[in-house]
């Protein structure tokens, strides 16, 4: 960790961050308010976070990343910019979606180029798995969404075919396939340092249905 980073951690940890704990989360008493929430897993160093607190304040962004100085590095921004909206938790993601958040409770889930393991004996070490969804779809309100993103098209293909395979969810691609990068999704350091090496981008968007596979009404 850089000395910023590392001042931001224990100066604003206590006022940005949460400890994990198997208890599920009052996000009206976490922030404040009754606004939407938005969760991403992994963030790295934060920056799509940040931009996205940034432009919507109206809504809220809980970040989960174990990485300490893309914590750090979050939190350097979020006292620049003086974020309100902005929770973090530096706790395993499967953890603290299991045991902190409440069923039915996120408007939107976002996973932003995640670990491919792109070897074949490590494809088992996905975040994207058959479980995983299923966890997300008792964690995300039906009508709310999950997004991916990539840049291994391999790691495209194993996402897409895991949620075709789980019930309850509806592509939002017009192909069935993919979508165009959101405008709300900020281009990232990351995924500008990979499409310098000549990687693709892929974007998945789900919306979280009933088990019939119909949204809200």
Known sequence: MTTGQTLAYQSMMPLYGVGYKKQALDFKNLFGN????????GFGMGASLVEQAYRYPECNFLGIEVHRPGVGSLLVKVKEL????????????????????A???????????????????????????????????????????????????????????????????????????????????PITKFQKRGEGLGHGNWDLMFMRCNELGRPTT
């Open 82 to 101: 003086e974020l309100t909206n902005v929770r973090v938790i530096s706790h395993d993601a499967v953890e603290v979606l299991s045991d902190m958040i």
């Open 34 to 41: 009754s606004s939407p929430v938005s969760i991403e897993v």
């Open 103 to 185: 069923d039915s409770s996120i408007e939107l889930l976002q996973l932003f180029f995640p670990d491919p393991w792109h070897k074949r004996k490590h494809h088992k070490r996905r975040i994207v798995n058959s479980e995983f969804v299923q966890l997300l779809h008792k964690k995300i309100k039906n009508g709310g969404h999950f997004h991916m993103a990539t840049d291994w098209q391999d790691y495209a293909k194993h996402m897409l075919s895991v949620m075709q395979a789980s019930q309850g969810w509806k592509n939002c691609s017009e192909t069935n396939d993919y979508i165009p990068r959101p405008d709300d999704r």
